[in-house]
């Protein structure tokens, strides 16, 4: 089982921005974030291949990028524009049931 660590979660007002970032103990073909709001269930926000090839829900299109760094095995997600709606515990996720601890976002109206 490879270990995820995030980290860069934290309160902040609608309208900005915060940058979450990801490190595996080991490599994963594919990395990404799901996040889980308080009731309700755990969804997808970005995935991304090691070739970078990325997927993203459809509320985060345009406002969120996912991003990798193969050779540090670390994943990130830059949000940008938040809204309250994107208030949860953010996760990050690898290929093969991997997941981290989960890092909280607030944001503030």
């Known amino acids: 089982q490879v270990q995820l660590v995030e980290s860069g979660g934290g309160l902040v007002q609608a309208g900005g921005s915060l940058k979450l970032s990801c490190v595996a103990s080991?490599?994963?073909?594919?990395m990404g974030w799901y996040r889980q709001a308080p009731g309700k269930q755990r969804e997808l926000v970005a995935h991304?291949?090691?070739?970078?090839?990325?997927t993203y829900a459809d509320f985060a299109k345009g406002r969120f990028t996912v991003f990798r760094d193969n050779a540090k095995n670390m994943v990130y997600l830059q949000m940008n524009s938040l809204k309250p709606e994107d208030t949860a515990v953010y996760y990050c996720?690898?290929?093969?049931?991997?997941w981290g601890q989960g890092t909280q976002v607030t944001v503030s109206s």
């Open positions: 996720w690898g290929l093969g049931d991997n």
């Open positions: 991304i291949t090691s070739h970078s090839t990325s």
């Open positions: 080991g490599w994963l073909l594919t």
